[in-house]
């Protein structure tokens, strides 16, 4: 359904005379071995238009950072360990002090009245398990890039929420872009407390995972169409990568995240809708495989085995990923360098500058 949007005026003035709740938040930074970019990182959550009083930084990451050099009355707290993407969400989370978590990537930014907006919204929907924002993209010196081919619906309309996961709903999160980023993300901690045993195996795509996990815990979603997160293309990121060999080892990381999220529902969810989540994730792990297929130069047998199960699920809808992979395995179907062209023009990879 369509948001009822209150003047920002009235719903801070709420806030003010005690009306409305004020949530505290918790921003979880995370880097990985990049130094590059992790100051500007953070510097664009101490810049948040929100008062900082309301919120804190945990940083984890597997480097030192002097976080004395930043200047701020936000309290930060840093924790130096190695260990995987999951490992370092599950001790950001384990030591967050506040119920709303949002996450930052050490290679992206913020719009200075992103969690400000977060606050507004887990206010006015006390059941809420998971936010997500619309992202812009950025090249390594910050400026503002065009992918060729990206999902329009991402951003244009009305923002959206989502209560009862029917199958509707999902194929619209899905065709919406939900899951993607995890720095235009970001959730209720009781929401996510049974999938974290599970959050602490997976080596990629938390994104993926925390939206999965927030649709199995019953909480409402929320779509917000605004542009609040910098999404920063470069040559260290895996996403905007032309090596085969390290996009093969992604995706099959990525396919260890989505047999995960499948032992979760498994674990987790009753009734009718285990057995629709379980459709909608196997087709995002097949999906992937096919990818997989093509960039390692796979028979194509056994690529068109996995589309033919792809067009099969595909029975609950149709989604932009399954229309650009369908486009990847005919290209491929020609030949692997037209589809290596494709691939190249039909992602995030190709873009221009305005």
């Known amino acids: ?9 009235i719903f801070w003035l709420l806030i003010y005379v005690g009306l409305l709740p004020m949530p505290r938040i918790s921003v979880i ?70 119920e709303i978590i949002a996450f930052l990537d050490d290679d992206d ?57 029917n199958r509707n709903e999902l194929s619209k999160l899905i065709t919406l872009g939900a899951s993607f980023n995890l720095s235009s993300i970001a959730i209720s901690k009781p929401y996510l407390i049974f999938s974290m045993e599970a959050l602490k195996h997976i080596v990629t795509n938390p994104d993926g995972f925390l939206f999965w996990a927030s649709v199995m815990s019953g909480g409402k979603i929320y779509i917000d169409k605004r542009k609040f997160t910098g999404y920063r293309m470069h040559n260290q990121s895996v996403t905007s ?34 057995t629709l989540l379980q459709s909608y994730i196997r087709q995002q792990y097949m999906k992937l495989k096919a990818h997989y297929l093509m960039v390692s130069g796979g028979g194509r047998k056994a690529l068109f085995a996995c589309i033919k ?26 030949h692997p360098r037209l589809f290596s062209f494709v691939e190249n023009k039909v992602s995030i990879i190709g873009y221009y500058r305005a």
Request: hydrophobic share 40%; no cysteine.
């Open 109 to 165: 930014v913020w719009h200075k009245d992103r969690l400000k907006e977060i606050v507004r919204v887990f206010s006015l929907y006390g059941d809420l398990a998971y936010y997500h924002n619309s992202p812009w993209y950025i090249d390594s010196g910050g400026n503002t890039i065009y992918p060729f081919f990206q999902n329009p619906s991402r951003f244009k309309g009305e923002s959206y929420i989502v209560g009862k996961k």
């Open 309 to 334: 199960g792809i067009m099969k699920i595909s029975n609950l809808h149709l989604d932009f990923d399954a229309i650009r992979i369908f486009l990847y395995s005919l290209a491929y179907a020609i």
């Open 1 to 9: 359904m369509l948001i009822f949007e209150i003047d920002i005026n």
């Open 29 to 98: 930074v995370t880097a990985f071995n990049r130094k590059e970019y992790v100051h500007e990182a953070i510097n664009s959550v101490l810049n948040q238009s929100l008062e900082p009083s309301e919120f804190e930084i945990i940083l984890i990451s597997n480097f030192e950072v002097n976080t004395k050099n930043f200047h701020t009355d936000v309290p930060i707290r840093s924790l130096v360990m190695n260990g995987t993407v999951g490992e370092f969400l599950y001790q950001g989370i384990s030591m967050a002090r506040n």
């Open 241 to 274: 990568s032309t090596d085969r060999s390290k996009q093969g080892s992604e995706l099959l990381r990525e396919m260890k995240t989505y047999e995960l999220l499948l032992a979760l529902v498994e674990e987790s969810v009753q009734g009718k809708s285990k």
